[in-house]
C-alpha cells in the first residue's frame, strides 16, 4: 500500500510538471486588430456610409468580433455591430454604418474589440469627423 501511495504522488508530481495552459498547447499571445479603413479624422456626412474594414486574429479563435461608433464628447453609442465568426484563428471583418442623426459635426470613436474564446479582449480605436 505504500509502495503504491508512493508511485501514485510521484506520477501526480511528474504529470503536473509536463501540463500547461490549453492541454500543451503553445502559449496565449495578445490577439491583435489592424483597421484598415476609416483613418483617423476622416470626414463622414450624414447620410452617407462609414465603413469600417481590416482583420483581427487570435491563438485561441475569435470568438466575437465587435464595432461600436460612439459620440466622443457624450459618450452616446451611434452604431453597434457584432459577429461569432466561428472557429477560426484570423477573420476579416467589413462592416458599414449609414451616417444618420448628425445634427452637427462632432468626433466619433470606432471601436473594433475582438473577444477570444477564451474571453481575453483586445481593442483598437480610430476617431473619425460626423458632419450633418
Same mark, same amino acid.
Do not use: H
Given at each position: 500500500? =505504500?509502495?503504491?501511495?508512493?508511485f501514485?504522488?510521484?506520477?501526480?508530481?511528474?504529470?503536473g510538471?509536463n501540463c500547461s495552459?490549453?492541454?500543451?498547447?503553445?502559449?496565449?499571445s495578445p490577439?491583435?486588430?489592424?483597421?484598415?479603413m476609416?483613418?483617423?479624422?476622416?470626414?463622414?456626412?450624414?447620410?452617407?456610409?462609414?465603413?469600417?474594414?481590416?482583420?483581427m486574429?487570435d491563438?485561441?479563435l475569435?470568438?466575437?468580433a $465587435?464595432?461600436?461608433?460612439r459620440? $466622443?464628447?457624450t459618450n452616446?453609442?451611434?452604431n @453597434?455591430q457584432?459577429?461569432?465568426?466561428? %472557429?477560426?484563428?484570423?477573420y =476579416?471583418?467589413?462592416?458599414?454604418w449609414?451616417?444618420?442623426g448628425?445634427?452637427?459635426?462632432?468626433t466619433?470613436t470606432? $471601436?473594433?474589440?475582438n473577444i477570444?474564446?477564451?474571453? %481575453? @479582449?483586445?481593442?483598437?480605436e480610430?476617431?473619425?469627423i460626423? %458632419?450633418?
Amino acid at each position: 500500500m =505504500r509502495i503504491s501511495g508512493l508511485f501514485l504522488l510521484l506520477f501526480v508530481a511528474f504529470a503536473g510538471l509536463n501540463c500547461s495552459k490549453g492541454g500543451g498547447s503553445e502559449p496565449d499571445s495578445p490577439g491583435t486588430i489592424l483597421i484598415t479603413m476609416p483613418g483617423a479624422s476622416n470626414v463622414f456626412d450624414n447620410g452617407f456610409p462609414l465603413k469600417v474594414e481590416g482583420e483581427m486574429a487570435d491563438n485561441n479563435l475569435i470568438g466575437t468580433a $465587435k464595432l461600436e461608433i460612439r459620440n $466622443k464628447t457624450t459618450n452616446a453609442i451611434l452604431n @453597434q455591430q457584432s459577429v461569432q465568426p466561428g %472557429n477560426v484563428g484570423f477573420y =476579416r471583418f467589413a462592416w458599414t454604418w449609414t451616417v444618420t442623426g448628425i445634427t452637427a459635426t462632432i468626433t466619433a470613436t470606432v $471601436k473594433v474589440t475582438n473577444i477570444d474564446k477564451l474571453g %481575453n @479582449q483586445v481593442v483598437k480605436e480610430v476617431d473619425v469627423i460626423l %458632419n450633418p
